[in-house]
């Protein structure tokens, strides 16, 4: 059984450009999250999909947007980078329709300059 | 608005004694709690959880306590180790609105051999 792969592992970005960040589920599971953590704080829930479509969304603006492929692996795309951008990104990836439970990659630490 | 808060930032035990480690949540909608360990450069990985159906639930050496009339969850680790060491997230669902989990800003724990 596969567990939540996230790449690249570290990043840097300009301000004002686009980034691009992936994930794979965990083997068995429909569901993926992302989660914007910065320093000192708790994970921020940004968006989910299920079955490829968005199925919910946190106090995120629209250059924060993302997709779910057939095979269930996800991207998080920012548009636009800001300094407070900079933060730990976190994908995790849970079935629907049973437990809560949600199981995370090791995250994607992004900074923007 | 924190829906979900941890009050203490910190917590340093001695090895073989009992940590506890508090949670506060103000949404009544929260149905499903869970707590998640969380090392630097890592994932957060699922410790434990519990629905608002139940007021404890063990797993080993971690029990976790819920109190819906105070809005109040704790998690117990008896005996601690030093490996228990590390930044501890308490979470919450609404079942009805997804899987999304809405997360305290995390406890460190530090367990002193």
């Known amino acids: 059984e596969t567990g939540v792969t996230q790449s690249p592992t570290h990043l840097i970005k300009t301000r004002g450009q686009q980034v691009t960040l992936r994930c794979s589920s965990q083997?068995?599971?429909?569901?993926v999250s992302w989660y914007q953590q910065a320093l000192g704080q708790g994970p921020q829930f940004i968006f989910q999909?299920?079955?490829?479509?968005?199925?919910g969304r946190g106090n995120f603006p629209p250059r924060f947007s993302g997709l779910q492929f057939p095979n269930y692996s996800s991207e998080l795309n920012v548009n636009a980078l800001e300094l407070d951008d900079s933060a730990l990104y976190l994908c995790?990836?849970?079935?629907?329709?049973?437990?809560?439970?949600?199981?995370f990659g090791q995250g994607t630490r992004l900074t923007v300059v | 608005d924190q829906q979900v808060k941890q009050n203490s930032p910190s917590l340093s035990v001695q090895e073989g004694r009992i940590s506890i480690l508090n949670c506060d949540y103000t949404?009544?909608?929260?149905?499903?709690f869970l707590w998640y360990k969380k090392y630097p450069a890592e994932g957060p990985t699922f410790l434990i959880s519990?629905?608002?159906?139940?007021d404890k639930n063990e797993d080993g050496r971690f029990t976790v306590f819920l109190n819906k009339s105070a809005k109040h969850l704790s998690l117990h680790i008896v005996p601690s180790q030093p490996g228990d060491s590390a930044v501890y997230f308490c979470?919450?669902?609404?079942?009805?609105?997804?899987?999304?989990?809405?997360f305290g800003g995390g406890t460190r724990l530090m367990v002193k051999p």
């Open positions: 995790a990836s849970s079935s629907a329709g049973t437990s809560t439970e949600a199981f």
């Open positions: 519990i629905s608002s159906i139940k």
């Open positions: 979470a919450a669902s609404d079942s009805n609105a997804g899987n999304m989990l809405t």
């Open positions: 999909y299920y079955r490829e479509e968005e199925n």
């Open positions: 949404n009544s909608m929260f149905d499903y």
């Open positions: 083997s068995g599971h429909n569901t």
